[in-house]
């Protein structure tokens, strides 16, 4: 299993969402007796709480983080990574395949894994720092999310855009000569 994530991005690299996504579960626990019945729940754009809800959401967040880790995860590792032929993973036409060879495809699944993996990552980054600014809020240490959010989606657009237009580069089919 190592092996096949290797060709892709180094495994070590999981230790980021995954303890970004601990950290979510623990910070919240070790808080959570200490904070009022009433937190934060909805934010408008510059970070101000707009609606209130009962300190539970501090339960629910964490999983919700640790089950999309879990669920990108395996979807990463079982329809991308581990399948031994990168044209079926990418559903190409035979044709295509074909044209664009075994290494240019292997180079798209390649990307393919590793915007997966960044997507991953910030999602669990953006859980966290959601979770903790809600803290910071309810403790009376903050009063706004603060821009660091805004900070984070933009990182996750750009990385998208970036490595899909990586991919629509790569999956032009070359020019004989």
């Known amino acids: 299993m190592l092996k096949?994530?290797?060709?892709?991005?180094?495994?070590?690299?999981?230790?980021i969402p995954f303890g970004v996504v601990l950290f979510s579960i623990v910070y919240s626990v070790y808080y959570y007796g200490e904070i009022p019945d009433i937190i934060p729940k909805y934010f408008n754009a510059v970070g101000m709480p707009v609606d209130w809800t009962g300190r539970g959401i501090l339960i629910f967040l964490p999983i919700v983080s640790l089950w999309l880790y879990l669920q990108n995860s395996l979807i990463n590792y079982f329809l991308i990574i581990a399948p031994k032929d990168a044209g079926t993973v990418l559903r190409y036409?035979?044709?295509?395949?074909?044209?664009?060879?075994?290494?240019?495809?292997?180079?798209?699944?390649?990307l393919v894994a590793r915007l997966l993996w960044i997507v991953n990552?910030?999602?669990?980054?953006l859980f966290a720092y959601i979770i903790h600014g809600i803290i910071k809020i309810a403790l009376g240490y903050e009063t706004v999310l603060g821009l660091g959010l805004w900070f984070i989606i933009?990182?996750?657009?750009?990385?998208?855009?970036?490595?899909?237009?990586?991919?629509?580069?790569?999956?032009?089919i070359p020019k004989e000569t």
Do not use: N
């Not at 035979?94 to 292997?106: A, N, Q, S, T």
């Not at 933009?154 to 032009?172: D, E």
């Open 154 to 172: 933009g990182i996750l657009i750009a990385a998208v855009v970036y490595i899909c237009l990586k991919i629509i580069i790569l999956s032009r």
């Open 121 to 125: 990552s910030l999602v669990a980054i």
């Open 4 to 15: 096949k994530v290797a060709k892709c991005y180094s495994p070590w690299l999981e230790i």
């Open 93 to 110: 036409s035979p044709e295509k395949r074909e044209k664009l060879g075994g290494k240019r495809l292997e180079q798209i699944r390649t």
